[in-house]
């Protein structure tokens, strides 16, 4: 039982020491997302299948996690009379195998979607998007006013050519 447990140890050892370092490749990816971190509030609004309006005061609360490897979003919406109407968490971090970002989001109905995710400009501009049975659904994310507003519109298209605003939102960092 020793030896298996050493040869275990051993083969253990061996592919750790095969494995390229990724970690400070990440940590200098992740600072082109960092003004993200922290508390916003706003308003915003998703469009319901009739196309009108569902308009809802939205909280997001972003943090870095896993010694600053990924990001932590969490986002609540909440209707006129207090009601939640979006409540989803998404981990947002950088492959340091693929060199590229991904994120993954979760709604509280149980959709999720893995996303691929776009810093178009440092600290500034960035977009997320992935495909649906119907379509693609993209998301692009201006932050402006040093830091401190948030703009976001979401688009769906059926064939990757024709969009059609289904979302948006306007925050104020804490």
């Known amino acids: ?17 095969q494995m390229p370092d ?3 490749p990440v940590l200098d990816a992740m600072k082109d997302v960092k003004v993200l971190v922290g508390e916003w509030e706003g308003r915003g609004y998703n469009l319901d299948p009739s196309g009108e309006k569902l308009w809802s005061i939205v909280r997001e609360e972003i943090e870095f996690k896993l010694d600053g490897t990924i990001l932590q979003i969490e ?4 209707n006129d009379e207090g009601k939640v109407v979006h409540d989803a968490m998404g981990i947002l971090y950088y492959d340091g195998f693929q060199h590229a ?6 709604l509280a109905s149980g959709l999720y979607a893995n996303a691929s995710f776009e810093v178009l400009k ?16 993209r998301y692009t994310i201006e932050i402006t006013d040093s ?11 059926q064939d990757g050519s ?4 289904i979302f948006e ?4 960092k804490d």
């Not at 986002?75 to 909440?78: A, C, I, P």
């Not at 024709?162 to 605003?165: G, R, T, Y």
């Not at 939102?169 to 104020?172: D, R, T």
Request: a positive charge; hydrophobic letters at 45%; aromatic letters at 16%.
């Open 122 to 137: 440092s600290n500034e501009h960035f977009q997320w998007s992935f495909d649906t049975p119907m379509g693609k659904i």
């Open 1 to 17: 039982m020793r030896i298996i447990i050493l040869w275990i140890l051993f083969i253990f050892s061996v592919a750790k020491a």
């Open 169 to 172: 939102m306007n925050l104020q």
């Open 147 to 157: 830091g401190t507003k948030w703009h976001e519109a979401g688009e769906f298209s």
């Open 75 to 78: 986002g609540v919406g909440k």
């Open 22 to 24: 990724v970690k400070q």
């Open 101 to 106: 970002y991904k994120m993954d989001s979760h």
């Open 162 to 165: 024709n969009w059609v605003k």
